[in-house]
T-cell receptor, first 109, second 114 residues
Framework: DAKTTQPNSMESNEEEPVHLPCNHSTISGTDYIHWYRQLPSQGPEYVIHGLTSNVNNRMASLAIAEDRKSSTLILHRATLRDAAVYYC??????????FGPGTRLSVLP | NAGVMQNPRHLVRRRGQEARLRCSPMKGHSHVYWYRQLPEEGLKFMVYLQKENIIDESGMPKERFSAEFPKEGPSILRIQQVVRGDSAAYFC????????????FGPGTRLTVT
C-alpha cells in the first residue's frame, strides 16, 4: 500500500504556479521522496526527488517540510503540457516503488 | 542515448494464449522493473531484476507469470494462458543503480485479452 496521501485532483490556470501537496506522516529517516508524473497514454516520467533539503531542477521544485511528514511539488508556471497524474512516492534502499492513485492535474488555458 | 524500449506497443491475445512482453533498458542500466497498470488505476510493482537474477518478485502472481533478464538481450515478461483480467498496460523501467535512483520508464505494452 502507498505510504503517501495526495488529493485526487487539482486544477490550475495556464502560466500560474501550481503547488501539489503530499502527506507522508510515517516517513522513516532513510526514505527518499520521489515525484513522477504520467501523461495520458505514456509511461511515468521522473520529475524530482529529495531527502531533507529543498530541491530545484529544470522541471520543478520540491519543498520538504522540516519534520519531513509532508512535501510539496511546485511547478512554477504551469503549461498545458503539464496536465498529467502526479505521483508522490517514498523509496528506500532495495525497496520497490509503490505508486498510489496520485493527483490528476488539469491545466486550464 | 535511446530511452527504455518496449515491444510490442500493443498486443492482442485470445484467452489461453501466451503473451511475451519485451523490454530493452537504457544503455548502461542493469536494473529492470516491471509494473502493471489496470485502467484508471495506479501502477503496481510486479518484479525487479538485475542481469540474470530476480531480486524481488513479490508483486508478481505466483502462477502463469514469469520474468527474466538474461545476460544478453532484453528483459522478458511472460504470461501464460492469459485471461481477460490480464488486460492492462505493462510498463518496464530501468535504472543504473538501485540506491534511490530515479527509474526511467518505457512507453508500455498494452495487452488486450479477448
Amino acid at each position: 500500500d502507498a505510504k503517501t496521501t495526495q488529493p485526487n485532483s487539482m486544477e490550475s490556470n495556464e502560466e500560474e504556479p501550481v503547488h501539489l501537496p503530499c502527506n507522508h506522516s510515517t516517513i522513516s529517516g532513510t526514505d527518499y521522496i520521489h515525484w513522477y508524473r504520467q501523461l495520458p497514454s505514456q509511461g511515468p516520467e521522473y520529475v524530482i526527488h529529495g531527502l531533507t533539503s529543498n530541491v530545484n531542477n529544470r522541471m520543478a521544485s520540491l519543498a520538504i517540510a522540516e519534520d519531513r511528514k509532508s512535501s510539496t511539488l511546485i511547478l512554477h508556471r504551469a503549461t498545458l503540457r503539464d496536465a498529467a497524474v502526479y505521483y508522490c512516492i517514498l523509496t528506500n534502499y532495495g525497496q520497490n516503488f509503490v505508486f498510489g492513485p496520485g493527483t490528476r492535474l488539469s491545466v486550464l488555458p | 542515448n535511446a530511452g527504455v524500449m518496449q515491444n510490442p506497443r500493443h498486443l492482442v491475445r485470445r484467452r489461453g494464449q501466451e503473451a511475451r512482453l519485451r523490454c530493452s533498458p537504457m544503455k548502461g542500466h542493469s536494473h529492470v522493473y516491471w509494473y502493471r497498470q489496470l485502467p484508471e488505476e495506479g501502477l503496481k510493482f510486479m518484479v525487479y531484476l538485475q542481469k540474470e537474477n530476480i531480486i524481488d518478485e513479490s508483486g508478481m502472481p505466483k502462477e502463469r507469470f514469469s520474468a527474466e533478464f538474461p545476460k544478453e538481450g532484453p528483459s522478458i515478461l511472460r504470461i501464460q494462458q492469459v485471461v481477460r483480467g490480464d488486460s492492462a498496460a505493462y510498463f518496464c523501467a530501468s535504472s543504473p543503480q538501485v540506491l534511490n535512483y530515479e527509474q526511467y520508464f518505457g512507453p508500455g505494452t498494452r495487452l488486450t485479452v479477448t
